[in-house]
Structures are given as structure tokens and as C-alpha cells.
């Protein structure tokens, strides 16, 4: 079984432009990403799929450097660049990864694919119904699903943020296409947010990484917040999924 972890990379940002190439202590926040992603057990192999902008020779850069393989393709159809980062591959399963979660969870990634595997689901994630803080989001699906949501979603929202079509069609939400199933955490933290998407994201995650160093494990980072509540309520008014509300808005 071949599994290939992807996770997705541009410097183009409104909110908080070159986000992932900001640094803490003089490493960037993706290779802080993609050096926790590599500690997963599950992953046979990892793509960062970035774009033909102009800057992203650096986003490349940081990945080599790590022995990462890099891919660079449509900017805004993401569905259709994670489609062609893998179809050569033609893996059992797709992680999808997002590089704005810098302290993405090596036990949580295992933890869904274990659950994609073993139930043989078409659709796995932690992200249908959330109790793990934001930025710890993983999905994982078949390389079918991924080429039959490449082959029939059509709204721009779907084709951006890749997994709309697939999630919206799973069993888990009252569909009939793509077999499913979320992974939850007995304890709801999905208030918490570990993302970085806009400057108060940036400063909360700094400070983490400061205090408790760069690999520490997810609920470490949440046992310092909550006993922190100033750090934790720094970033706690941003809206959760603005970037897909946006999407959707652009649909109608």
C-alpha cells in the first residue's frame, strides 16, 4: 500500500502574505511543518504542491533541502494541482496537509490514516466535526476519490479547497458517493486555534515555539495555552474557515 502525504504551499496570502516562509529562531514555519510531518509513521513519501508564482523557488528550496519532492501548478484549481502532484504515483491513499498549520501532529496524521485504512473508507478526517484545535486538520482519501472529485466538482470553492466535493458526498454528511468517517478527540478543543492565517495567529504560535520548542506533541501546546488564557484568547475572535466562506460567497 503506497499512502503520500501532500500538503499544499504558495506565498500568495491576503491576510498574512509569505506566511510560511516566516521564521522562529531562523527556521521557517514550513520546514517546522514538513520536519513534524515526516515524523508520522504512516506517510511513504511527502509532495509540497506550490504554485508557478513568482517566490516559490524558496518554498521549493526548504523542501529539498529536507529531501522533500516539490510540485508547482494551478494556483487557484488546488484540486487539480494535488490530481496531478500524485496521478503519476497513483497512491492507495492522499493526506492532504495544509502548510498553515506549522505544528501539525505526527500522532494525529497516523491516527486518521489508521482509521482510513483499517475501515477502508473512501474519506477519513478530523475536520467534519472538529474537536481537535484548527491547525491540527488532516484528511485522508483515496487516489479514486481524489480523481473523481478532479473529474465532476465544478464550483470554484469545490476545485480551491479540494476536499468539498468528496466531504459533501461522504456518508458521514448524509451522502452516498465516498464512504466515511471522522476521528474525534474525547476532549472538544476546537476552540482553540493553531492555524496561522493572519498576524495574532503568527504571534500565538511564536510564542509556543519559544516556550516549548518546535516538536513538542499537540496537547503539550494546548496545556500551555490553557494555562495561559492571555496567549490563548489572543487569536480567539478570528473566524474559523474564512477563507472557504469566501469561496462559497464567490459561488453564489
Not at 492555524?195 to 518546535?214: K, R, Y
Request: proline letters at 4%; charged letters at 25%.
Amino acid at each position: 500500500m503506497k499512502i503520500i502525504a501532500v500538503t499544499q504551499a504558495r506565498v500568495g496570502s491576503t491576510r498574512l502574505p509569505g506566511k510560511v516562509l516566516k521564521s522562529i529562531n531562523d527556521i521557517s514555519l514550513l520546514q517546522i511543518h514538513l520536519e513534524r510531518i515526516a515524523l508520522a509513521q504512516k506517510p511513504d513519501k511527502i509532495i509540497v504542491a506550490t504554485t508557478n508564482e513568482a517566490g516559490v523557488e524558496a518554498i521549493c528550496e526548504v523542501a529539498a533541502a529536507l529531501g522533500i519532492d516539490s510540485y508547482r501548478g494551478n494556483t487557484t484549481d488546488v484540486l487539480d494541482r494535488f490530481y496531478n502532484a500524485v496521478k503519476e504515483e497513483r497512491p492507495d491513499y492522499v493526506i492532504r496537509l495544509t502548510s498553515d498549520c506549522p505544528l501539525i501532529d505526527p500522532e494525529i496524521i497516523d491516527k486518521v490514516v489508521s482509521a482510513a485504512v483499517t475501515k477502508r473508507l473512501d474519506y477519513a478526517s478530523n475536520t467534519m466535526a472538529t474537536t481537535f484545535p484548527d491547525g491540527m486538520d488532516v484528511e485522508v482519501f483515496t487516489f479514486h476519490a481524489l480523481e473523481k472529485a478532479w473529474t465532476e466538482a465544478k464550483l470554484k470553492s469545490d476545485r480551491e479547497h479540494v476536499t468539498p466535493y468528496i466531504w459533501r458526498n461522504s456518508t458521514f454528511k448524509g451522502g452516498g458517493i465516498f464512504l466515511s468517517d471522522n476521528v474525534t478527540h474525547e476532549t472538544d478543543y476546537g476552540n482553540i486555534r493553531l492555524t496561522v492565517d493572519e498576524p495574532a495567529d503568527l504571534e500565538l504560535v511564536t510564542q509556543l515555539i519559544m516556550q516549548l520548542g518546535s516538536k513538542a506533541g499537540w496537547k503539550e501546546y494546548v496545556a500551555y495555552l490553557l494555562l495561559h488564557p492571555d496567549l490563548l484568547n489572543l487569536n480567539s475572535n478570528i473566524i474559523h474557515n474564512e477563507g472557504y466562506i469566501k469561496s462559497l460567497l464567490n459561488d453564489n
